[in-house]
């Protein structure tokens, strides 16, 4: 018996030829097949392509959304890990059917603004199809998957609770298609409503499953990302800069920011599907997370901004802390390993100033990245 199976186009030679123990044969071909739609699917407009990644292409049970919205080079960051192309976004969608029944998605928000050549990467860019020559758009969006947790999967045993996976996105589009991506899902909120494991057990079993601290994918860090095209910061506003100033001070320990808009009290969305109203379980945040990662370096990424006739005035930050989990906090005692923590906040502001604020960071990403460092598997 050969030492590799072969497929069916291979045994025709088998006898033939003698095939090398150190020389498996070609993989046989996809026993399954995507049949070729009866009809061409429409060309996506900027909001379907920024917020397929977010659970839409799931939730209308065609995952092949997402093979259509983004660019096979596609550089894709998510606090969990780091890939290129499509089909790790698939995979989380395929993931998303087998746990949640019949998940509705629920577009919440986008924002858009058209970027510069002088923001491109000329290098990433010519490896992308000529993308030099096409400016762009960059997308800011939010929404929530919806669902009742009635199989197993990534949840866990099912409870049969109903589940709200909050995401937030950067993307930056160009001919049609997502070539840059910053992704986050409230993985930790998901499963407190599943009522399953915490975030550290999740974490730990993840690195398990997947073989070791080997074999696992490498959390996003300042050594594990990826160069993309797309290089610019955002633009200066009134609002995004009144946003980045809000997150500066809260970064120094002035939580009386958190207050400011005493007439109208803020409504706050925090990670671990917590939302309140008023700035008691805000504070209770951002102190534990900056406790936990007292100095570490705070950088603003992105900012954008909206101003639309009928609406409110919108602005989103994408921010980052890296340095020593040198502080007890919101990931325990101090541990001194290295973290890096992605984040992104929304706000809506009001007559007196932010009255909706949306926050958001992967606490299961951080916990992975404290057990692969320790070793505490």
């Known amino acids: 018996m050969p030492p590799f199976p072969l497929s ?4 025709a030679s088998q006898f033939s030829a003698q095939v090398e123990v150190d020389q498996p044969p070609e993989s046989p071909a996809p026993l399954f097949r995507r049949p070729a739609r009866a009809f061409p699917r429409p060309e996506p407009d900027h909001d379907t392509t920024a917020l397929a990644h977010l659970g839409i292409g799931g939730a209308e049970g065609d995952v092949a959304t997402l093979e259509a919205a983004i660019h096979p080079a596609a550089c894709i960051r998510l606090p969990l890990r780091v890939f290129q192309g499509p089909g790790g976004l698939m995979a989380d969608a395929l993931g998303d059917l087998a746990a949640l029944h019949e998940p509705r998605f629920y577009a919440e ?10 923001e491109l990467c000329h290098e990433a860019a010519e490896a992308q199809s000529g993308l030099h020559s096409d400016t762009g758009h960059f997308v800011v969006v939010r929404g929530s998957l919806i669902g009742r947790h009635e199989s197993h999967g990534w949840l866990g045993a099912p409870q049969g609770q109903e589940v709200r996976l909050r995401g937030m996105a950067d993307l930056w589009c160009a001919q049609g298609q997502v070539r840059d991506a910053w992704i986050l ?12 494991v915490t975030p550290q057990q999740w974490a730990r079993a993840r690195i398990r499953a997947a073989g070791g601290p080997e074999l696992c994918d490498q959390p996003l860090s300042p050594d594990t990302d990826l160069e993309g095209p797309y290089t610019g910061r955002g633009n200066s506003s009134p609002h995004a800069d009144d946003l980045v100033e809000r997150l500066r001070g809260l970064m120094d320990g002035d939580f009386l920011t958190l207050g400011r808009d005493r007439s109208h009290p803020c409504t706050h969305v ?3 599907n917590r939302q309140c109203i008023g700035s008691a379980a805000a504070q209770a945040f951002w102190a534990g997370l900056r406790s936990a990662l007292p100095s570490a370096a705070f950088r603003v990424e992105h900012r954008s901004a909206s101003v639309e006739v009928g609406q409110a005035p919108r602005a989103a930050v994408r921010w980052s802390l890296y340095g020593r989990h040198d502080g007890a906090g919101r990931f325990g005692p101090a541990t001194g390993v290295y973290l890096h923590v992605m984040g992104m906040t929304h706000v809506e502001f009001g ?5 909706r604020d949306w926050t958001l960071i ?14 505490d598997i």
């Open 8 to 11: 069916n186009r291979g045994r």
């Open 109 to 118: 928000d986008s924002i858009q603004t058209e970027t510069f050549s002088k």
């Open 185 to 196: 899902r409230d993985t930790a909120g998901a499963l407190a409503q599943a009522g399953t």
């Open 270 to 272: 925090l990670p671990g």
């Open 351 to 355: 007559p007196t100033g932010i009255r």
């Open 362 to 375: 992967d606490d299961c990403a951080i916990w992975t990245q404290i057990l692969l460092a320790t070793g």
